[in-house]
């Protein structure tokens, strides 16, 4: 099993432009969710999906839109790239919430995004 | 949004020292989850705490989540150059992860 993946692994953009960063799991979790990491801030919640065709904000949702039209992928957009975007950002996914069972967070291995 | 506080942010320790990571909250967690992430890797899942005063070991390992909920630590005996690198501590409120904000273990041979 490949676990999670994330494409595409590292890229540059201008401000203004468009990407799309995507995640696929092949461990089929209900539960996926995007980070993005900066020196001296841990992991920020920036959206997640509870499932199939659901999706939430998480604690930093501007300036991003996401989709989960598929359970196995979730899909992150930048529709105007700013520098304050620039960033690693992760994909990870869960089997459940309930925390009576041991269900971590299962991470990708990060797209390092450069706005200039 | 993000709760828990972990201290320190960065610690330096000699190859054999002790070294401990603290999380603390202000409000009560249902659960308390650990994760170390190594230089240029992705976080990595090291265990779950859910009942109050739970202790937990992993080899040389120690983790332990407060009578009342609202704090955690991680303690690793005789630190080896391989425990090198930041750890979470993480918060699961039902659907969502909050991380900690790490602390990042430099470990001098």
């Known amino acids: 099993n490949a676990g999670v993946t994330q494409t595409p692994k590292f890229r540059v953009l201008k401000t203004g432009q468009s990407m799309t960063l995507l995640c696929a799991q092949d461990?089929?979790?209900?539960?996926m969710y995007w980070y993005r990491q900066d020196p001296g801030m841990g992991l920020r919640l920036i959206h997640y999906s509870v499932g199939e065709g659901t999706t939430a904000k998480g604690e930093v949702p501007d300036g991003y839109n996401v989709s989960r039209l598929k359970k196995q992928n979730f899909l992150l957009g930048l529709e105007s790239a700013a520098p304050s975007q620039t960033s690693v950002y992760f994909c990870?996914?869960?089997?459940?919430?309930?925390?009576?069972?041991?269900?971590?967070?299962?991470f990708g291995n990060g797209t390092r995004l450069t706005v200039t | 949004g993000q709760q828990v506080m972990q201290i320190p942010q960065y610690q330096h320790v000699q190859e054999g020292e002790d070294f401990t990571t603290y999380c603390n909250s202000s409000t009560t967690l249902s659960n308390i989850q650990w994760y170390k992430q190594r230089p240029g890797g992705h976080p990595v899942f090291l265990i779950q705490l859910v009942k109050s005063g739970e202790v937990k070991k992993q080899k040389r390992l120690t983790f332990q989540f407060g009578e009342a909920k609202k704090n955690s630590s991680l303690h690793i005996t005789a630190t080896q150059t391989t425990d090198v690198g930041t750890y979470f501590c993480?918060?699961?409120?039902?659907?969502?992860?909050?991380f900690g904000t790490g602390t990042s273990l430099t470990v001098i041979p």
């Open positions: 461990m089929n979790h209900e539960y």
């Open positions: 993480v918060q699961n409120t039902g659907n969502q992860f909050y």
């Open positions: 990870a996914s869960s089997y459940t919430w309930r925390i009576w069972l041991d269900s971590p967070l299962h």
